[in-house]
């Protein structure tokens, strides 16, 4: 993927063609074995103006891909989107970031031969313009992080030439560099210091207020602390010496006697002390937030999505105190939604932020949006942060709130997948499994008291179908209930008119955190939640929600693709002919039939049927005489 996207076998190039099939391709590549969704994959491909056979088309790319790939690359159906596995086979990217690893570590450890020459290696591995025959979408969402981590490994391979004192053999080189990348701020003190080391002081001088008006000019931002320093050094007449040691670039930033910044931020919310489940999920997150070892220059940006209730904040918020570690210069938190269930506006949440990160005199009193923006970037760059941003809605609301450079880690919750987390590891939570579910139950209700009636315990964890935030309420009011047994709430429960009312306690309330979704719907969408639950609980195709809504099949599709996007549906695999099929979670299902009383009867599973037949006849019929 380091240039246009290829496959080779036996070294010779297997031809196949095709900017969309390339683009399929590389985003499987990209995504490491996790799943990447159909959204993403639309967006990759189509950008904002997908085709109406959206579905049918990324089928049948996948397909072309089996195919071409063999047996032992492995393309799997994982809802909401597709995961690859690579098997034997070698990626140029993996290579290059194992080389750029070890690379780094050489240069920690002060061994600039062998640091030069691995640094070099992976430099070898690159081929072009990364994504050059895949579409502009996906080279727009991608190519800037491999190309970053190019610029990174080339910046640490000149640090390794420049302590071996290579500087004249290099000045042409960064020459060429500065004038290519003219904001890169370590390029240009490497630049200072080589021109320093040849007996140039006049033009590292010059160099040093080129750079000063160039970053006021483009950025409106005066120099960082390491131009600064370079520039001190080269005033006070220590930049011309070439002591051994690990070169500055690896510096962290400066610490205080305890190791810590003074004022380091700490606004992450309090652990869930009885976190149980996900351990995968977590396992993940942890690796995606630990620190870049590839030395790549990729920003750690993790995103975790799924329905309400199914615990993003608690993962997020555990897996953010068990990386503390990691983030010696503090952890910020802004929750996005007001508690109306409103975004905040991102002015709002950046004051919130400048405010953790440094004293607020130095923040303008406008609302300019722009300003602030600007602010933070500048105080949030080069900082070991950890900035988690809950319930995110959109696109326009996180993206003003992204650091600009690779050194703070974000981790996002939200309802679906955001493009604005470009590059982003993508972790979808689904509906915990019976064992974790009766896990959860126990902790929060207790042991003994689940124990003690096992069948009622049973019967509690099919009625909230593995939702965290249900098994909680449902642990909290046996817990609160001592003299109670489990058996009196789980009959209660088990009446699905009345088990949403039972869904509540105190401040929980599984109804209550579906409305915002419900709200944030276009009134159209609103309009047919209720009639689309009325399908049944089982997974139906557009072409059923067609018939059932009197819509054309495209219309209804567009609806159904909305509700999954707002996630209050679930995308269940295919029918025969390819098309998806949808699916209500059980309690989503009764909260949409709720809204709808009396004006959308549930018709039963066989009438269900009957209809889902019906509708996938005329859908073939039309298929047969499409002319």
């Known amino acids: 993927m380091l240039g246009p996207v290829e496959v080779r076998r036996d070294g010779r190039r297997v031809a196949f063609s095709g900017a969309k099939l390339h683009t399929v391709l590389a985003a499987l590549l990209v995504a490491r074995e996790e799943v990447i969704s159909d959204e993403r994959l639309c967006r990759l491909l189509w950008g904002w103006a997908p085709p109406a056979t959206v579905s049918a088309q990324l089928y049948t790319y996948v397909s072309r891909l089996r195919k071409i790939l063999g047996d032992d690359v492995l393309i799997d159906r994982r809802p909401p989107g597709y995961a690859m596995s690579i098997g034997n ?25 062998k640091a030069g020459e691995l640094l070099r290696g992976a430099l070898a591995r690159w081929n072009g ?55 890169r701020e370590r390029i240009r003190c490497q630049l200072m210091t080589a021109l320093c080391r040849s007996g140039r002081q006049a033009d590292a001088i010059h160099l040093y207020h080129h750079g000063r008006a160039v970053l006021a000019d483009e950025l409106g931002v005066n120099p960082g602390e ?46 869930t002390v009885d976190f149980t489940g996900r351990e995968p999920e977590l396992e993940l997150l942890c690796r995606a937030l630990a620190p870049d070892a590839q030395g790549s220059g990729r920003p750690r940006r993790v995103l975790v999505t799924g329905m309400a209730g199914l615990g993003k904040t608690a993962l997020a918020v555990h897996a953010a105190h068990r990386c503390q570690r990691h983030f010696p210069d503090g952890q910020l938190y802004a929750d996005l939604r007001a508690p109306d269930g409103t975004p905040r506006h991102p002015t709002r949440v950046l004051r919130a932020l400048l405010r953790a990160l440094g004293p607020m005199d130095d923040v303008p009193a406008t609302e300019d949006q722009d300003q602030l923006v600007r602010l933070y970037r500048e105080r949030t760059r080069g900082r070991q942060l950890l900035i988690v941003l809950d319930n ?22 939200g ?40 069948g009622a315990a049973s019967a509690i964890v099919e009625h909230c179908a593995g939702l965290p935030l249900a098994l909680r309420i ?58 689309l639950a009325a399908l049944g609980p089982q997974p139906f195709p557009a072409a059923a929600a067609a018939m059932s ?25 295919a029918d025969e002919w390819g098309q998806p099929c949808y699916l209500f979670h059980p309690l989503v299902r009764l909260f949409a039939l709720s809204l709808g009383e009396g004006a959308a009867p ?26």
Do not use: C
């Open 392 to 413: 995110a809605s959109g696109a326009a609301q996180l993206g003003p709130l992204l650091p600009n450079t690779p050194e703070p880690a974000v981790l996002v919750t």
């Open 129 to 183: 313009l990364p994504f050059a025959n895949a579409t502009e979408y996906l080279a727009d969402a991608e190519a800037p992080r491999l190309t970053e981590a190019r610029a990174v490994t080339l910046e640490h391979r000149i640090a390794a030439d420049l302590a071996l004192g290579r500087h004249e053999q290099i000045t042409g080189e960064l020459t060429g560099l500065v004038a290519e990348f003219p904001l």
């Open 549 to 573: 809504l009197s819509l054309p099949e495209t219309e209804a599709e567009r609806l159904l693709e909305a509700l999954a996007d707002a996630a209050l549906l679930e995308v269940s695999g």
């Open 474 to 531: 449902v642990g909290t009011r046996i817990a609160a209930r001592p003299h109670s047994t489990p058996d009196r709430l789980a009959r209660r429960l088990a009446d699905p008119v009345t088990r949403l009312r039972e869904l509540h306690s105190g401040d929980l309330d599984v109804h209550g955190s579906l409305l915002p979704s419900w709200r944030a719907l276009d009134p159209e969408v609103r309009a047919v939640f209720p009639a």
């Open 89 to 113: 086979a070698t990626l140029d990217l993996s290579e290059f970031e194992k080389l750029a690893l070890g690379g780094r570590e050489a240069l920690i450890a002060e061994d600039f031969e």
């Open 602 to 627: 549930d018709h039963g599973p066989a009438a269900t049927a009957a209809a889902t037949a019906a509708a996938r006849t005329e859908h073939n019929r039309r298929l047969t005489h499409r002319p």
């Open 226 to 271: 390491e131009l600064q320093a370079t520039y001190r050094a080269l005033l006070e007449g220590t930049l011309d010496r070439q002591p051994r040691s690990a070169p500055a670039v690896l510096a962290g930033p400066r610490r205080d006697a305890s190791g810590r910044p003074d004022g380091a931020p700490a606004m992450l919310p309090p652990d």
């Open 415 to 454: 309802r679906t997948a955001l493009p604005t987390v470009a590059g982003a590891h993508t972790v979808a939570l689904a509906p915990l499994a019976p064992r974790d579910s009766l896990e959860l139950l126990s902790a929060a209700a207790g042991p003994a008291r689940v124990a003690s009636a096992p």
